[in-house]
């Protein structure tokens, strides 16, 4: 009887393997920096400053500049800066960046923001002239603090912004605010930039 069970849970843990290398595999995951679902004649990229819609004048070029820089960190593209010179060539859309009260507190104080920004992505090869990808309405959001009082000085995302805390008790609410949206809009660029780049390569 002892036996028949351990034969039965080996079968089990067979089947559970063969069911998840199934699953992996349908579904297209991979480590990022091993492999690539791009074709694989594809070397060089050419990133276009992006068609800006939203309100805030100069965020195509920044958020060209992170991208351009997530690509060549990673180092499966090399990054070209003539479209001449590129197998492939990146446009989008900014459609917005907004940000909205997510938290206030018995006053009606704001404690929290939310800024989102979001964007339509287009690989197309340059020649012959074809689209590979599409990468439509692409969101990525960041909170940020609405006053003193609602500042975590040990959260990892104030330690990575531009203020610390000796700056905090010094600043009005709005001044905060001001200088949170700042850090917070880097963020969303370098965020939006690792996104891009991971749906870039496994192309979903």
């Known amino acids: 009887m002892e036996q028949s069970f351990r034969l039965v849970g080996r079968h089990l843990v ?40 939203s309100r805030d004048v100069g965020l195509e070029r920044e958020l060209a ?8 960190r990673k180092g499966q593209l090399r990054v070209t800066d003539q479209a001449e010179q590129a197998d492939v060539i990146l446009v989008g ?11 206030v507190n018995r006053k009606d104080e704001v404690l929290q923001y939310e800024s989102a920004m979001t964007v339509d992505v287009t690989l197309r090869r340059r020649e012959p002239d074809e689209i590979i990808w599409r990468g439509p309405g692409i969101r990525v959001t960041d909170l940020y603090a609405g006053s003193r009082a609602a500042v975590v000085a040990s959260s990892s995302g104030f330690r990575s912004g531009t203020l610390n805390a000796a700056d905090v008790r010094r600043m009005t609410d709005i001044q905060l605010t001001e ?11 370098e965020r939006l930039a690792r996104e891009l780049h991971q749906r870039l390569m496994e192309m979903f």
């Open 93 to 103: 859309v900014i459609h917005s960046l907004e940000s909205a009260v997510v938290s």
């Open 65 to 72: 500049s992170a991208l351009r820089s997530e690509i060549y």
């Open 14 to 53: 067979c089947l559970v393997g063969l069911i998840g290398l199934l699953v992996g595999g349908g579904c297209g995951y991979h480590f990022i920096g091993e492999s690539s679902i791009l074709p694989k004649d594809v070397r060089t990229i050419y990133v276009e400053p992006f068609i800006n819609r």
């Open 179 to 189: 200088g949170q949206n700042r850090d917070s809009r880097d963020r969303l660029m």
